[in-house]
């Protein structure tokens, strides 16, 4: 699949690194980069064009990142990362204010802004799927939530459910236990990943036959089939 990505930054040197980075054809998950070196230039494209992510910074010529954030939000759910030099707690408050989904300060690491992006796209996308959901003898109605396995009824915790439409949104897909973290229970929490297993083992229960769709891959992750 690949992913539309606006980068709104007026620092030319950093636009291009992040672009590079991004667009690196040995990445599983492929980008397809617009940059926008102003605020006004930013709000064209947004107006104009479909993104799946925004990188914005705060301090632009032209409308500042705070009201770009807000104006996306008045008819958009496009997930939105703050990158800037303000460290401000007031700033970040303000960031989150707006709807940003992350504020990251720089200097940054694109190796975990690469991940911060790729568990904000996941979650995003499961905003976005059918009705119905359906791998192997596992049904979910995404709409009513409801959960069927081997067209019994299940009751799962809301963990459960997310980490199962996780699953199956990811099916025949090797699944680390730290994508697996990003995804589901978000980048900063400050657990360990046996979270993953043991929500993994309760899940296999409940889901009675049809648990053994989750397939274990020693020292790699786990991985859904039909």
């Given amino acids: 699949m690949t992913y539309k990505l606006l980068i709104v930054e007026d620092d030319k040197s950093l636009r291009e690194i992040m672009t590079d980075y991004f667009t690196d054809s040995v990445k599983e998950e492929k980008f397809e980069v617009t940059e926008a070196e102003d605020g006004n230039i930013a709000m064209d494209y947004l107006e104009t064009e479909e993104f799946d992510l925004v990188f ?112 199956m949104q990811h099916k025949n897909r090797v699944l680390t236990r ?12 400050e657990g360990t990943d046996r979270v993953v297993d043991n929500h993994v083992k309760k899940l296999r229960k409940d889901l009675g036959s049809a648990g053994a769709q989750i397939k274990t891959l020693i020292s790699k992750g786990y991985k859904m089939t039909e």
């Fill in 56 to 167: 914005l910074d705060i301090m632009l010529p032209g409308l500042n990142g705070f009201d770009i954030c807000r104006k996306i939000r008045r008819t958009s759910e496009v997930p939105v990362i703050f990158l800037t030099a303000r460290t401000m707690e007031e700033d970040v408050l303000l960031g989150f204010e707006t709807g940003c989904d992350d504020y990251i300060t720089k200097p940054f690491s694109l190796k975990t802004l690469y991940a911060k992006s790729l568990a904000l796209l996941n979650r995003a996308r499961g905003t976005v799927l059918d009705e119905n959901l359906t791998v192997g003898n596992i049904s979910v109605n995404v709409k009513s939530m409801e959960v069927t396995s081997c067209g019994q009824a299940v009751s799962l915790s809301p963990k459960e459910y997310e980490l199962l439409l996780y699953f």
């Fill in 178 to 189: 730290e994508i697996i973290l990003n995804a589901v229970w978000g980048f900063d929490y």
